[in-house]
């Protein structure tokens, strides 16, 4: 079994928080209470600036993951965050430091951080078109393609199953 740090699951929990159900994106940050409430189980505070910051630091991390935005788009995110260390009767450890309605949002930039260093390119979209979620590929080959097998990667199988029986079947053309 694979540790994931707390950091690591809040991460994918907001990258993962504009689903595609049928033809519709839903989004749990998309009201303010639903968004408030979220924050809340994910160890924020729950205030609207802090949502605020949440939803803006999702669209940049969903942009760097995809590629469409570079990681300088992160950085507004760490302004006023440090890390203090602590040392206890056994070892250092390190106090994250941020004005509590930015802590959630500097947590997810910093997991992020965290994940491409120690597993650089393991996090992605989903191979899936149609599909909004993201995946840390944790196989040995580093090739997950899908945020789910059962799902997507199913559904692109049988896609692609699909096209090359129709190819294979199609009437050349008359010459």
Same mark, same amino acid.
């Not at 965290?114 to 650089?120: A, D, G, M, N, V």
């Not at 979620?133 to 080959?141: A, K, M, N, Q, T």
């Not at 896609?159 to 190819?167: G, M």
């Given at each position: 079994?694979?540790?994931? +740090?707390?950091?690591?699951?809040?991460?994918?929990?907001?990258?993962? &928080?504009?689903?595609?159900?049928? =033809?519709?994106?839903? =989004?749990?940050?998309?009201?303010?209470?639903?968004?408030?409430?979220?924050?809340?189980?994910?160890?924020?505070?729950?205030?609207?600036?802090?949502?605020?910051?949440?939803?803006?630091?999702?669209?940049?991390?969903?942009?760097?993951?995809?590629?469409?935005?570079?990681? #300088? +788009?992160?950085?507004?995110?760490?302004?006023?965050?440090?890390?203090?260390?602590?040392?206890?009767?056994?070892?250092?450890?390190?106090?994250? #430091?941020?004005?509590?309605? &930015?802590?959630?949002?500097?947590?997810?930039?910093?997991?992020? &951080?965290?994940?491409?260093?120690?597993?650089?390119?393991?996090?992605?979209?989903?191979?899936?078109?149609?599909?909004?979620?993201?995946?840390?590929?944790? &196989?040995?080959?580093?090739?997950? #393609?899908?945020?789910?097998?059962?799902?997507?990667?199913?559904?692109?199988?049988?896609?692609?199953?699909?096209?090359?029986?129709?190819?294979?079947?199609?009437?050349?053309?008359?010459?």
């Amino acid at each position: 079994m694979v540790d994931v +740090s707390p950091n690591e699951l809040l991460l994918l929990a907001l990258l993962n &928080s504009t689903p595609r159900e049928g =033809d519709e994106i839903v =989004d749990a940050l998309g009201d303010d209470a639903g968004a408030a409430t979220w924050t809340l189980e994910h160890g924020g505070t729950g205030t609207l600036r802090e949502v605020g910051l949440v939803r803006e630091v999702r669209e940049a991390l969903q942009g760097v993951v995809r590629g469409d935005a570079g990681p #300088q +788009s992160l950085a507004p995110f760490l302004r006023d965050v440090s890390q203090v260390p602590t040392i206890t009767s056994v070892t250092l450890q390190w106090q994250l #430091q941020a004005p509590d309605d &930015s802590l959630l949002a500097a947590r997810a930039v910093i997991a992020w &951080s965290e994940l491409e260093q120690t597993r650089p390119g393991r996090l992605r979209s989903c191979g899936n078109p149609d599909c909004r979620l993201f995946l840390v590929d944790r &196989s040995h080959g580093n090739r997950a #393609q899908w945020c789910s097998m059962a799902v997507c990667g199913n559904r692109m199988k049988a896609r692609r199953h699909y096209d090359r029986k129709r190819e294979a079947t199609a009437v050349p053309p008359a010459p």
